[in-house]
């Protein structure tokens, strides 16, 4: 039974090991979906501390961009995340249009949750502080902040991490 669940939070909150947590709960062998592009050595190590935490108990996928081709019917899967799954959409474009990325990110993970499967998004809720002077960031905070909002308004469940305690939204 298709099942979705957001799990947002600000940096270092917790959200990861909430997921991780909760899909193991669900499943014996969950799906960890890797969104994540490796651009320097500190991001690196973050990635390889996040797969020693996770062990063998995880079939891995890492996919930047194209979830819908990845087949998870029946299955228990985390995507982490998808802060960094919006930014591969934009990364190579100095100057992209926010609807139009939207539309793109909205179609492409309709496609991929279309599947008889439980979702569990990692997304950070990175509009909470103040106005970026930068106006690359503020137009990607409009993105991430529209995209958090649809995913949540076709979530069954969703959850904000504050200081490693999870709050039930919906």
Not at 51 to 73: H, P
Not at 147 to 158: H, K, T
Request: a positive charge; charged letters at 25%; one cysteine or more.
């Amino acid at each position: 039974m298709k099942r979705i669940i957001l799990i947002t939070g600000g940096q270092r909150s917790g959200k990861s090991t909430y997921a991780e947590k909760m899909a193991l709960k669900l499943s014996s062998k969950p799906m960890y979906i890797a969104t994540a592009h490796i651009w320097d050595e500190e991001f690196q190590e973050r990635v390889l501390r996040h797969k020693e935490r996770r062990k063998d108990a995880w079939t891995l996928v890492e996919e930047e961009k194209n979830l819908s081709k990845i087949q998870v019917s029946r299955k228990v899967v985390l995507i982490d995340c998808l802060t960094l799954w919006a930014t591969n959409f934009i990364s190579e474009k100095e100057n992209f249009n926010v609807d139009e990325t939207l539309k793109t990110l909205k179609d492409e993970l309709s496609l991929f949750t279309s599947q008889d499967a439980t979702f569990i998004f990692v997304t950070n809720e990175i509009g909470m502080g103040g106005v970026s002077i930068n106006p690359l960031q503020r137009k990607f905070t409009d993105l991430l902040g529209w995209l958090n909002q649809w995913v949540a308004s076709i979530s069954d469940e969703v959850i904000l991490m504050v200081s490693g305690i999870p709050v039930k939204i919906k």
